[in-house]
């Protein structure tokens, strides 16, 4: 645990020291959360109870699962980078657990899209998102957060530990990303999606993230268009599900790319 608390902390500084990438790690939620908000809001938010409002606070868990699966393609891709110029061989005849590796990585990247939900959050209340204050409420989000962001900081690393290039490596993990984000309930409700759209949108991760953190850190559960919803209990599961999944795919998958 201490070689990953160890990994954790140079990553973290590297964070630090550089400052064009702390800067653009807290700047992108940013440009999500004001532009697009902005510009959505008067098209969608107009057909939604509560008017331009309720569509920030609609939208704001989404921008939040969004900047999760964002940090954890960074992750992937310090850890494909290193590993391509040779550091993560020193890394392997180093004295520690190789799962340990893997372990500060992952620790890093959801440290890093926590940081970044803090911004969307501040942001989102300056926009007039409704965000609601009990403590118990920005508990079970704060596990959902970092759930969602283990399990898609493990399919990052998995990728990383196989792909041979940079560009590669993003072309694979976008060809991800893109379907899960507008195939869900992250940016619009699913009332308004097609039965087919909505289907694959049940079975998707993202979509149970976003309502489980609707329904526990928006005032008034202002979370639902049509009284919809996911069952909160099962948001918990697939998130759980998911973070076990990704963890063991980027073990299994770092294990294979050593041998």
Avoid at 34 to 56: C, E, H, Q, R, W
Avoid at 158 to 168: C, E, H, L, M, Q
Avoid at 202 to 216: A, C, E, M, W
């Amino acid at each position: 645990m201490s070689a990953a608390l160890t990994l954790w902390r140079k990553h973290m500084m590297k964070l630090i020291v550089h400052k064009e990438e702390a800067f653009g790690t807290l700047f992108q939620p940013i440009l999500w959360v004001v532009l697009f908000g902005t510009g959505m809001k008067s098209v969608i938010g107009a057909a939604m109870p509560g008017g331009d409002n309720f569509y920030i606070s609609f939208m704001v868990p989404g921008i939040i699962a969004l900047t999760a699966m964002s940090g954890a393609i960074e992750g992937g891709l310090v850890f494909l980078q290193e590993r391509l110029l040779g550091i993560m061989k020193e890394y392997l005849v180093a004295p520690i657990p190789r799962v340990s590796i893997l372990m500060g990585n992952a620790m890093s990247t959801v440290t890093k899209s926590l940081l970044q939900a803090i911004v969307i959050f501040i942001i989102g209340v300056l926009m007039g998102a409704q965000i609601d204050l009990l403590p118990l409420g920005w508990l079970i989000g704060l596990v959902l957060i970092t759930g969602f962001g283990l399990g898609f900081a493990g399919i990052g690393l998995s990728v990383a530990s196989r792909a041979s290039s940079i560009g590669g490596y993003h072309m694979l993990i976008f060809m991800l990303t893109l379907p899960l984000l507008f195939v869900s309930n992250a940016l619009y409700p699913l009332a308004s999606l097609p039965t087919w759209m909505r289907i694959l949108a049940q079975i998707n991760p993202l979509s149970y993230v976003v309502d489980g953190l609707r329904q526990t850190i928006l005032q008034g559960s202002a979370t639902l268009v049509d009284g919809e919803s996911l069952a909160l209990w099962l948001c918990f599961v697939v998130v759980i599900a998911f973070a076990t999944f990704g963890t063991l795919l980027a073990y299994v998958s770092f294990r294979k790319s050593i041998r």
